[in-house]
């Protein structure tokens, strides 16, 4: 059993992408994970989205209207749209399960022209 990240990609300064987080070997409980992040050369960041099960939602300054979180309940799968991205998103996002404490292998974002 794992989590699994994808959709990392590299893009231009101000362009989108989406990441998608999802389990292998078990269904992922979409109220109980998140995102984070880690830049090249830097320690892993504190949350940087996360969509709680009494519908609040919590987001990063950095990152504050430019991602939003969502969740496909049908695919037990949790969804992360970045728009405007910047050079300095550059990093691999991570997803964690926090209901079994499981990270991901993390998925590779480049914002560079």
């Known amino acids: 059993a794992q989590v699994v990240e994808s959709g990392g990609a590299l893009v231009q300064p101000g362009g989108s992408l989406r990441l998608s987080c999802a389990a292998s070997?078990?269904?992922?409980?979409?109220?109980?994970a998140g995102w984070f992040r880690q830049a090249p050369g830097k320690e892993r960041e504190g949350a940087l989205c996360?969509?709680?099960?009494?519908?609040?939602?919590y987001y990063a300054d950095a990152v504050k209207g430019r991602f939003t979180i969502s969740r496909d309940d049908a695919q037990w799968k949790v969804l992360l749209d970045m728009r405007n991205l910047k050079p300095e998103d550059t990093a691999v996002y991570y997803c964690?399960?926090?209901?079994?404490?499981?990270w991901g292998q993390g998925t590779q974002v480049i914002v560079s022209s």
């Open positions: 996360i969509s709680s099960s009494d519908g609040s939602t």
């Open positions: 070997g078990y269904p992922l409980d979409t109220y109980a």
């Open positions: 964690y399960d926090d209901r079994r404490g499981y």
